[in-house]
């Protein structure tokens, strides 16, 4: 099945900054892959997605790129603002299993106002 | 984005007692739920796939017979914790799909369930 990582486990930049979290997936036919924001007390929120046909995606401050030969895809927050401070959560669908999504351990950011 | 609503947001029961989680798709229809349970500062456990009108799939380790999934209906999913122990407390998740080739996957807000 499909196995996902996700680096690091926590973050902390300073307001302004950018922010990178990556993650890397096992199953070469993965063809979907969601990023959440997940805020204290809350169920995650989708807030940006590419499937295996886009290398890149971009949503105002969120961008998203993947690299489907390496197997791995990366979120970058750009002027980071202190809101963006939450756990987020990339995945990945697996090629099997009537493509149910597989998490990565998620990534603790901090902005620093 | 789409939306996912989930009832109730919190809930206390005592143990031996059984507790019924509402997840509603309120703007598409999802032939497709998915419940998971998340520990602090955990990621997200898939706990079982739910499909309109059929049985519901467990993953491996779940008791279906503890944690029972009615999938009635294209905007209704509920999840019965039945004879609720202290180790059940825990953060319920549900999810749902949308359709067609480019779906997404959205949750709802979690129900926080302790019991005592």
């Known amino acids: 099945g499909e196995n996902v990582e996700q680096h690091p486990s926590t973050l902390s930049v300073q307001e302004g900054d950018s922010a990178v979290i990556k993650c890397t997936y096992s199953?070469?036919?993965?063809?979907?892959f969601p990023w959440y924001k997940q805020e204290l007390g809350k169920g995650p929120q989708l807030i940006i997605d590419i499937r295996s046909n886009v290398g890149e995606k971009k949503d105002q401050r969120i961008a998203v790129t993947l690299n489907k030969t390496a197997k791995h895809f990366s979120l970058h927050i750009t002027e980071t603002q202190p809101e963006d401070s939450a756990v987020y959560f990339c995945a990945a669908t697996s090629g099997d299993a009537g493509n149910m999504l597989t998490f990565g351990g998620g990534t603790r950011l901090m902005v620093k106002p | 984005g789409a939306v996912v609503s989930q009832h109730p947001s919190w809930v206390i029961c005592k143990s031996g007692t059984s507790v019924k989680i509402e997840c509603r798709s309120l703007?598409?229809?999802?032939?497709?739920m998915f419940w998971y349970r998340q520990f602090p500062k955990q990621s997200l456990m898939l706990m079982a796939t739910s499909n309109e009108g059929s049985k519901a799939t467990y993953e491996q380790g779940v008791e279906k017979d503890k944690f029972l999934i009615n999938h009635a209906s294209l905007t209704l999913s509920t999840l019965t914790v039945t004879s609720a122990h202290p180790e059940d407390s825990s953060f319920y998740i549900c999810?749902?799909?949308?359709?067609?080739?480019?779906?997404?996957?959205?949750f709802g807000p979690g129900t926080r369930l302790t019991v005592t």
């Open positions: 703007d598409f229809q999802a032939t497709t």
């Open positions: 199953d070469s036919a993965s063809n979907y």
């Open positions: 999810s749902a799909r949308t359709g067609g080739r480019d779906y997404e996957q959205y």
